[in-house]
C-alpha cells in the first residue's frame, strides 16, 4: 500500500512544487468553497494514479493545490462514499496520499441530517466525535506500521484545540455553531423514522454517509482533523418530510458564507509544525 502511495505522491509533487501542511475537505454542495482558494493547480482524479472517481452530484472531483488567507493548502474538492461500491482503501487513500505530502492537519466538511431536535437547517455542527456503524473498517487487514499503530487511539479524534479555536472565530464572527457527535452510515439511503430515533439514542447529533473513514486513517497517521456538519435536513418523528439530494444542496447554501469565513480564518490563524 505505502509503495502505491509514494507513486501517487511522486506524481503530485512533479504537478505542483507547493507542499502544504494544512487540507481540506469539501463535502456535498460544499464544493463552491473552493473558489475563496487563489488556485495554482487543479488535477482532476481521474488524472491522478491511484485515486477513483465519484460519481455523486454536487462532487467536481479535483484536488486543489493553492493558498487560503495566504496559506498553502491542498483541497480535495468532492470524495468517494462507501455507497458507490468503493472498498474502504479507496475511499481514504486520498487521506493517506495527502498524509504523505506533509499534510499536518486535516479538515472535513459534510452535509448531515439532523437528529438534535434543537437544529434547523443551515446550521453549522463542529463535530465533537463520531460513532462509526459503517459495515467495514478502514483498517480492516493487515497493518503497515509505517503508516500507523494497528491500535491507535481514538480518544481525540477531531482536536480540541481546533474546536476551540472555530467557536472563537464564530464568536467574533457572531454567527451561531453547535458542538455534537457525527454518525456514520453506510448509505445510500436516506434515514427511516425509526433509524433516526435509534441514531438520537444512541448519542448521536447528526447523521451522514462520509468522514468517519477519513478520520480514522488520517489519525492512523498522525494527522489532527477538524470537522463541521452543515445540517441539510432534520428528521423527527412524524414531523420529517421526505428527503432529497436537491434538498440536502439547496440547505447547504445557507451556511456556505459563514464555513467559508470559519474556514478561512481557522487556516489564517492555526499554528502548524
Request: glycine residues 10%; contains cysteine; negative net charge.
Amino acid at each position: 500500500m505505502l509503495e502505491k502511495i509514494d507513486k501517487t505522491v511522486e506524481f503530485l509533487k512533479s504537478r505542483s512544487s507547493m507542499r502544504p501542511k494544512i487540507a481540506i475537505v469539501l463535502g456535498t454542495g460544499l464544493g463552491p468553497l473552493a473558489d475563496n482558494i487563489e488556485v495554482t493547480d487543479a488535477i482532476p482524479y481521474s488524472e491522478i494514479p491511484g485515486f477513483r472517481t465519484s460519481t455523486v452530484q454536487g462532487h467536481s472531483g479535483k484536488l486543489i493545490f493553492g493558498t487560503l488567507a495566504g496559506v498553502p493548502v491542498l483541497a480535495m474538492q468532492g470524495r468517494l462514499h462507501f455507497y458507490e461500491g468503493y472498498p474502504m482503501s479507496d475511499i481514504v487513500f486520498p487521506v493517506r496520499v495527502m498524509w504523505r505530502m506533509g499534510i499536518k492537519v486535516l479538515m472535513v466538511s459534510n452535509a448531515a441530517g439532523g437528529l438534535n431536535p434543537k437544529y434547523v437547517p443551515g446550521d453549522i455542527m463542529l463535530i465533537q466525535d463520531h460513532i462509526n456503524l459503517f459495515p467495514e473498517h478502514p483498517l480492516h487487514g493487515p497493518n503497515d506500521e509505517r503508516m500507523g499503530p494497528r491500535f491507535p487511539d481514538m480518544g481525540n479524534a477531531y482536536d480540541k484545540d481546533l474546536i476551540a479555536l472555530a467557536e472563537k472565530i464564530a464568536s467574533e464572527n457572531s454567527f451561531p455553531v453547535c458542538k455534537g457527535v457525527y454518525v456514520g452510515t453506510q448509505g445510500p439511503t436516506f434515514e427511516t423514522l425509526a433509524e433516526y430515533r435509534y441514531f438520537r439514542i444512541i448519542g448521536g447529533d447528526s447523521v451522514g454517509m462520509s468522514t468517519v473513514p477519513e478520520v480514522i486513517a488520517a489519525r492512523h497517521c498522525g494527522v489532527k482533523c477538524f470537522g463541521v456538519s452543515v445540517v441539510a435536513n432534520v428528521g423527527l418523528d412524524a414531523e420529517a418530510n421526505a428527503v432529497s439530494h436537491e434538498e440536502v444542496q439547496q440547505n447547504t447554501k445557507k451556511a456556505q458564507e459563514n464555513l467559508s469565513l470559519l474556514f478561512t480564518e481557522m487556516v489564517r490563524r492555526m499554528k502548524v509544525e
